[in-house]
């Protein structure tokens, strides 16, 4: 599927409703790279914007992906040794919506830092943000992201 991109990275709305995108679930998530926002919007006779997040993408050596996606597997949280994050919602591969980043047990807040691009990839979003997808948006939800 090919999107005229004219007006994404100027009038989001604009872009959803001019290019006519359909959703099966009811819902849109897009991710704008360069403004670092994450929208969610809602069909309600048409394309209406429910939310806009500041997000944390991937840094230059570990860019985030472009392209169009549908949600994937949820998990409540994933970590490692030292991290974790809460409300994670998969793009594709490797690649989640996640909450800020905790400690090993997913109490104390190692990152809470939005709108940089800082990540290995993934899309940050404020816990609140990150577990509101996680809570509403439907496998298979359509996913933009450039």
């Not at 919506?97 to 905790?102: C, D, E, F, R």
Request: hydrophobic share 35%.
């Amino acid at each position: 599927m090919a999107y005229n991109y004219d007006k994404f990275d100027i009038n989001m709305t604009e872009f959803v409703r001019d290019n006519n995108i359909q959703s099966s679930t009811g819902y849109l998530l897009i991710t704008s790279l360069k403004n670092k926002f994450t929208y969610v919007y809602e069909y309600k006779n048409g394309w209406q914007l429910e939310y806009k997040w500041s997000s944390t993408v991937g840094k230059t050596s570990t860019p985030t992906v472009k392209g169009i996606f549908s949600v994937g597997k949820k998990y409540l949280a994933i970590g490692g040794e030292t991290s974790s994050v809460k409300y994670a919602t998969n793009i594709v591969d490797d690649y989640y919506y996640h909450s800020i980043i905790y400690d090993a047990k997913g109490v104390a807040i190692k990152d809470d830092r939005l709108g940089l691009a800082i990540s290995h990839g993934c899309i940050r979003l404020a816990t609140s943000s990150s577990k509101w997808i996680y809570d509403n948006i439907p496998e298979r939800t359509p996913i933009i992201i450039n």
